[in-house]
């Protein structure tokens, strides 16, 4: 009787299909299939992948994308699944492109520990507040855009009509358009221009009540999900909610407080050579995450006590406010990891005392 074999596993992942590949202890490519995107297809790849030999793992490409229900299926049948960065364009244009190659790579790396990350696993709260903070960024955004048509429409309107709205507050310059009823031909460029401001004062309410509703849909959910976070000082809900979506539902998958600081881009990066020896700003990361802490810093900068004496400190210190302010992100990616993955404990009622 033989013994089974040793695999691992790589999965290029794509919309409609996707490309799994089989290698075993020493590297050696088995086999190689591809599998439709739904539930059933990637029950039937597991399938596949067992079918191969022992499995360890399953290195999957774009966990946070295309991945995502592989990923899912992957761990609830408690498969150890390792995130897999796509291949740079060197090795591209060394071994070629294709979506087997891809597949082959993806088993390669976990195989070789080039690839060790562990996905989030996008199935509690924190995915939850991800998916309604999608749509109250996009209608921020969108009602800034609109703001801001408003307002150069408005500046190139016919005299007639930019004396009056000219000067209004915001909020009553979109009542009064939002209510108007402009009557005449389109062809005349003042009639024109008041009906183009009337829909867009529309779309500007529609925006402004969208996401208020999802702010009093998130406001409990990113209670719940990170109730610590909200009761530090500089931090409000929109912030709260970004921090746990970059970590994910599983915190602990970061290993450090410096892996998570690395990831939010507020760890400088050694730019050392020679006699030289410094530091530069780690423009990669997260950008929102590193947004979050931003804001957080200034708003302690602002308001907080002990952040204002701090600063004075580092000025008096000769540093510049940039410097102070990669500190103080530095300082609060610490602060926030340790919460994050802190269970939240309700505190036990102390003795009274006689």
């Known amino acids: 009787m033989t013994n089974e074999i040793t695999v691992v596993g790589g999965v290029d992942t794509h919309t409609?299909?996707?490309?799994?590949?089989?290698?075993?202890?020493?590297?050696?490519?088995?086999?190689?299939k591809a599998f439709p995107t739904h539930p059933a297809g990637c029950l039937r790849l597991l399938e596949w992948l067992r079918s191969q030999g022992e499995l360890t793992a399953v290195g999957v490409e774009g966990t946070g994308a295309y991945g995502a229900e592989l990923a899912r299926?992957?761990?609830?049948?408690?498969?150890?699944v390792v995130e897999v960065d796509r291949p740079d364009r060197r090795a591209r244009r060394t071994h070629g492109k294709s979506d087997p190659v891809d597949a082959y790579a993806a088993a390669a790396a976990v195989l070789s520990g080039r690839a060790a990350g562990v996905p989030k696993t996008r199935n509690g709260i924190v995915e939850a507040i991800r998916s309604?903070?999608?749509?109250?960024?996009?209608?921020?955004?969108?009602?800034?855009?609109?703001?801001?048509?408003?307002?150069?429409?408005?500046?190139?309107?016919?005299?007639?009509?930019?004396?009056?709205?000219?000067?209004?507050?915001?909020?009553?310059?979109?009542?009064?358009l939002a209510r108007s009823r402009p009557?005449?031909?389109?062809?005349?460029?003042?009639?024109?221009?008041?009906?183009?401001l009337r829909r867009l004062a529309r779309r500007h309410r529609h925006l402004t009540a969208e996401f208020t509703e999802a702010d009093a849909e998130l406001r409990p959910l990113v209670g719940r999900g990170a109730p610590e976070l909200v009761a530090l000082p500089g931090i409000g809900t929109e912030t709260a909610a970004q921090l746990?979506?970059?970590?994910?539902?599983?915190?602990?998958?970061?290993?450090?407080?410096?892996?998570?600081?690395?990831?939010?881009?507020?760890?400088?990066?050694?730019?050392?050579?020679?006699?030289?020896?410094?530091?530069?700003?780690?423009?990669?990361?997260?950008?929102?995450?590193?947004?979050?802490?931003?804001?957080?810093?200034?708003?302690?900068?602002?308001?907080?006590?002990?952040?204002q004496e701090y600063v004075a400190r580092r000025v008096t210190e000769g540093l510049s406010k940039k410097d102070i302010l990669r500190c103080l992100k530095r300082f609060i990616a610490r602060e926030v990891y340790k919460h994050l993955t802190r269970q939240h404990t309700t505190p036990k009622t102390l003795p009274q005392t006689a």
Do not use: W, Y
């Open 73 to 80: 299926v992957l761990k609830a049948n408690r498969i150890t």
């Open 183 to 196: 009557t005449g031909l389109v062809a005349d460029p003042a009639h024109a221009v008041r009906v183009a």
């Open 16 to 32: 409609d299909v996707h490309q799994a590949a089989v290698v075993d202890s020493i590297g050696r490519h088995l086999a190689t």
């Open 132 to 176: 309604l903070r999608v749509v109250r960024r996009s209608a921020v955004k969108s009602r800034t855009q609109t703001t801001n048509q408003i307002h150069n429409l408005v500046v190139t309107a016919p005299g007639d009509v930019r004396e009056q709205l000219r000067g209004l507050p915001r909020k009553e310059l979109i009542d009064r």
């Open 244 to 307: 746990p979506i970059t970590t994910g539902d599983n915190p602990d998958r970061l290993g450090s407080e410096a892996s998570f600081a690395h990831l939010c881009a507020a760890a400088p990066i050694p730019a050392s050579s020679g006699r030289t020896h410094r530091h530069r700003l780690n423009r990669g990361g997260d950008r929102q995450a590193n947004n979050a802490l931003h804001m957080i810093a200034i708003v302690r900068m602002r308001h907080d006590t002990r952040t």
